[in-house]
């Protein structure tokens, strides 16, 4: 009887090894795929023109965050 417990319990184990190695080198494929050597950079004015041409609006964000008035919290 114990012989039997002492194989399951190494077969349990080898399952758990083996699922513990798999995770580790999955994440490592997972790391080494979106890696950041294949992303392309891109300039500030490309993407406020990319999220202008998603909106549909052509507001110039600095100039509102520069006003002012729309940032005051005075009383009215």
Do not use: C, H
Not at 6 to 26: P, R
Not at 49 to 71: A, C, F, K, P
């Amino acid at each position: 009887m114990k012989k039997r417990k002492n194989m399951a319990a190494k077969i349990v184990a080898f399952i758990a090894l083996f699922a513990i190695v798999l995770w580790v080198v999955g994440t490592w494929l997972l790391v080494v795929v979106s890696s950041p050597w294949n992303e392309t950079e891109i300039t500030q004015e490309q993407l406020q023109e990319y999220i202008d041409s998603l909106s549909g609006s052509t507001l110039d964000v600095n100039e509102d965050m520069t006003d002012s008035i729309s940032w005051s919290w005075a009383s009215e």
